[in-house]
């Protein structure tokens, strides 16, 4: 039994939908928050088994979010779902703010519990429950992490378009590659202000990103051993950064792993967004028996 969203179609934004959309159910949530003024606008289309990848691209460029999630085939009995995503210029293998957004959309339809995301990069469990307060909590397991050192090449072009130093990054946390499902530069900064501070070369970048194959840069600042802040700036989905990167935030327990820092089951905060007034709050759990990182985060409908 396919999902019928005839009534569960929701306008974009505060603002009248615009009419020349395409007439596909597109759902809008906002993921890693529980007030749609903050975390990271989703949309969701729960049947998109009649469109091809151009119409895809052209609703996901319609609705603007850094990314959109569409339910190709799906097996409703098993809570199985077959999902792409697309932001605004391209496909992406897999987005964690989405698959988020998709699993609270699904769980407030079919109730909660375990549901299987196939995605470009393989299997994706999620778990949704309901908090004590009646909101969802959706928990992916992520495909097997890795994280290597960054090149010197690599990291020169990339501190050269960011408008960093050497000086900047924090000597404790190296530069590395880290994968979760898609591949993301990570790199730590010295304090807190040196991150507040972003103004990069938004073409220069997406070059560096688009050149190396990376989604998201991940800038990271320890505020502790279990409370990170994070920003992540993505020019190559034409968004100037991302409020909450569920997928950068996996490949960052990759990253935690290969460093020798996840030694016991380990619980990481992660705060995102706040310098671009959507704060957002993740929560990364990682265990040595595993590079699978589990990222937690809420969603709520934006009306």
Same mark, same amino acid.
């Given at each position: 039994?396919?999902?019928?969203?005839?009534?569960?179609?929701?306008?974009?934004?505060? *603002?009248?939908?615009?009419?020349?959309?395409?007439?596909?159910?597109?759902?809008?949530?906002?993921?890693?928050?529980?007030? %749609?003024?903050?975390?990271? %606008? #989703?949309?969701?289309?729960? @049947?998109?088994?009649?469109?091809? @990848?151009?119409?895809?691209?052209?609703?996901?460029?319609?609705?603007?979010?850094?990314?959109?999630? /569409?339910?190709?085939?799906?097996?409703? #009995?098993?809570?199985?779902?077959?999902?792409?995503?697309?932001? %605004?210029? #391209?496909?992406?293998?897999?987005?964690?703010?989405? =698959?988020? #957004?998709?699993?609270?959309? !699904?769980? *407030?339809?079919?109730?909660?519990?375990?549901?299987?995301?196939?995605?470009?990069?393989?299997?994706?469990?999620?778990?949704?429950?309901?908090?004590? @307060?009646?909101?969802?909590?959706?928990?992916?397991?992520?495909?097997? =992490?890795?994280?290597?050192?960054?090149?010197?090449?690599? +990291?020169?072009?990339?501190?050269?378009? $960011?408008?960093?130093?050497? &000086?900047? $990054?924090?000597?404790?946390?190296?530069?590395?590659?880290?994968?979760?499902?898609?591949?993301?530069?990570?790199?730590?900064?010295?304090?807190?202000?040196?991150?507040?501070?972003?103004?990069? &070369?938004?073409?220069?970048?997406?070059?560096?990103?688009?050149?190396?194959?990376?989604?998201?840069?991940? !800038?990271?600042?320890?505020?502790?051993?279990?409370?990170?802040?994070?920003?992540?700036? /993505?020019?190559?989905?034409?968004?100037?950064?991302? %409020?909450?990167?569920?997928?950068?935030?996996?490949?960052?327990?990759?990253?935690?792993?290969?460093?020798? +820092?996840?030694?016991?089951?380990?619980?990481?905060?992660?705060?995102?967004?706040? @310098?671009?007034?959507?704060?957002?709050?993740?929560?990364?759990?990682?265990?040595? *028996?595993?590079?699978?990182?589990?990222?937690?985060?809420?969603?709520?409908?934006?009306?």
């Amino acid at each position: 039994m396919d999902i019928d969203v005839s009534e569960t179609t929701r306008p974009n934004r505060a *603002e009248p939908a615009d009419q020349t959309e395409p007439a596909t159910g597109v759902l809008r949530y906002s993921a890693f928050t529980d007030d %749609p003024a903050g975390g990271n %606008p #989703a949309g969701v289309v729960l @049947d998109a088994s009649g469109l091809d @990848d151009t119409e895809m691209l052209a609703v996901a460029a319609s609705v603007g979010y850094s990314e959109t999630a /569409f339910v190709i085939a799906q097996d409703v #009995a098993a809570r199985r779902f077959t999902v792409r995503y697309f932001s %605004p210029l #391209a496909e992406v293998a897999f987005c964690g703010h989405a =698959t988020v #957004a998709l699993a609270v959309a !699904l769980a *407030e339809r079919l109730g909660p519990g375990e549901i299987v995301l196939d995605t470009p990069v393989g299997e994706v469990p999620v778990a949704t429950r309901v908090t004590g @307060d009646g909101a969802v909590l959706a928990t992916l397991t992520s495909v097997p =992490t890795r994280s290597r050192p960054a090149t010197t090449g690599e +990291l020169d072009s990339a501190l050269a378009a $960011l408008r960093w130093t050497h &000086d900047d $990054l924090d000597p404790a946390l190296p530069p590395h590659v880290a994968f979760g499902g898609n591949d993301h530069l990570v790199l730590a900064a010295t304090s807190r202000a040196r991150l507040a501070d972003l103004d990069y &070369d938004f073409d220069g970048l997406a070059e560096v990103m688009r050149r190396h194959g990376w989604t998201t840069v991940h !800038l990271v600042w320890r505020e502790s051993p279990e409370r990170f802040h994070a920003r992540d700036p /993505f020019p190559v989905g034409g968004v100037v950064e991302d %409020p909450a990167t569920g997928a950068a935030a996996a490949a960052f327990g990759g990253y935690l792993h290969a460093l020798g +820092l996840v030694t016991g089951p380990t619980t990481i905060r992660i705060r995102q967004g706040e @310098d671009m007034g959507r704060p957002s709050d993740l929560l990364l759990t990682l265990t040595p *028996e595993t590079p699978r990182s589990r990222v937690a985060g809420r969603a709520v409908p934006i009306v």
